[in-house]
């Protein structure tokens, strides 16, 4: 069932790209090939690089594939590897939750402003931000389960790993 | 500021939790958290930054693109028509499959804008032809795709320098001319480095292409080569903006392989948009975490403290870039680039600035400074991927690496010492410094 869900997050991250892409090309062929300008191409690439980002960091990549120093924890015992990484979790739970109501109040605000072109509400487009906190402590919490129970997390893999530098 | 001060205490959050293993963004994201917390500002800042940040910074929008054609441009068959190309160039000098990897990283450099997408696109099969009958020592030709996959990122299209771009408000367009000549000298060096020691070494020479069979060589590579001409095209005709000029060259890139070399299936295409997502996604997270901890750096004055401590030593503009420069280094053996960018060279612009350095200059050392930084130990990224791809301990790497490091240390001195190397393209284009 993880499986099948990762898969089909991955399906809508892929999907994001492509529009993001294809609205480039529409742009691109509207105002040099046909002389029109569209407005609405540029906001829909933006809106997609967001919830891209944002979706992708929340359901996709995994920690294992994220950019992380482990050197440190890489060269430490399992035991060691497991204190560190409770101790890391847990305070990214505390600070996440901490800040998820004023971030709730924030994007909830922003109600009241409407994107340029396509009149979306903001508070809807921002709204993939309390997804990505909320499922970023459900993860942690998960990963907390597990390190408890002694399961541990192993090195990142650096051939998946990809900053983009 | 005391010890206990909540920037202190959001620092030191960042480091123990990125040093605890949690991903660098997180960490940034939540150490930011903390300054918040602890300065009774509202938390809610963070959501703001992040979101107003990624929503309003188009020109980001380059990098997921500028991923997509590196990754288009990433089939078989196109890499195998580039290799017989370099290979019918330079492939007839002693050590020639060595120079053939130097030569094809500064072709591929010029269609990606990423060093790690550059090793992991030829690492694998570089690595096989090198190695095949003992012909280079596995840890050499694995030194080597680390080393010449740093040209890829300074060589134009470069995802760093849209970065810097977007941190130092510098235009797109420049600073991709600007790279070129060093990216060249870099490979250079290189190059240099090989054909002094083949002798030595008795590398082997390739079975030289005659002469003739040159153009069709060239001819069959050629679609591939042109790339970079439809990406500095579009971007220096003042045609279209620099992130449409990216969209257009992944465009080119996906009709040149879908239909020129026809090497483009459904499954593949689905591949290429997931894979680029997942660098998009990665890298993304990276520039949340920068955006929201910038913002904690710009009220604290630290940019323009810095600068003013500076001022007020006296210091000269090569002191202070060969100070940024052994900074950089320094760092870039411990930290990720993006970071490093992202988070340390905003704080030494202002200083930059006020000493009357060029910004398009100093962004083009920082970032072959930083790119360095991705095959220096302990902590470089090209290092752990090429001994994960070629299977060689990371001590036999290193020291194969380090003759080059030397070089290219050498090529950065000479980049920071005389500005005219970098500055000269973007002034024959109409750049006033």
Known sequence: ?165 | MSVASPFALAVGAIVALSLLGLPIGHAMIAGSVLYLWTKGLDMGTAAEQLLNGMYTSYLLLAIPLFILAAEFMNSGSIMDRLLRFCNALVGRWRGGLAQVNVVQSIIFASMSGSALADAAASGRLMQTLMTKDGRYPASFAAALTAVSSVIGPIIPPSIPLVLYALISDTSIGYLFLAGVIPGLLLGAVQMGLIAATARRRNFPVEPAVPLRELPRVTWEALPALLMPVILLGCLYSGITTPTEAAAAAAAYALLVSAFLYRSVRWRDLYDSLLTSARTTISIGMLIAGALVFNYVITIENIPKSLAALMKAAELSPLGFLLMANLLLLALGCFLEGTTILLVIVPVLLPTAHALGIDPVHFGVVAVVNIMIGLVTPPYGLLLFMMMKIAGVPLKDLVREVLPFLAVMIGALALVTLVPDLVLFLPRLMGYKA
Request: avoid cysteine; proline fraction near 1%.
């Open chain 1, 1 to 165: 069932m993880r499986r099948w869900l990762r898969r089909r997050a991955e399906n809508v991250a892929a999907a994001m790209l492509a529009v993001m892409f294809a609205a480039f090309v529409v742009q691109i062929v509207f105002r040099y090939f046909l002389n029109f300008p569209v407005g609405w191409t540029s906001e829909l690439t933006v809106v997609m690089w967001l919830w891209l980002v944002l979706w992708g960091a929340a359901f996709v990549v995994d920690e294992r594939e994220e950019i992380r120093f482990d050197l440190l924890s890489g060269a430490a015992g399992r035991r060691t590897r497991i204190a560190m990484g409770l101790a890391a979790s847990l305070a990214l739970l505390v600070l996440y939750g901490a800040s998820l109501p004023a971030a709730w109040s924030y994007v909830t605000f922003m109600k009241v402003e409407k994107s340029s072109y396509l009149k979306i509400r903001m508070d809807w487009l921002f709204s993939i931000y309390l997804v990505f906190v909320v499922a970023i402590l459900g993860r942690y919490v998960w990963i907390v389960w597990r390190l408890l129970r002694g399961r541990d997390e192993g090195a990142a893999d650096i051939t998946k790993a990809s900053s983009g530098l």
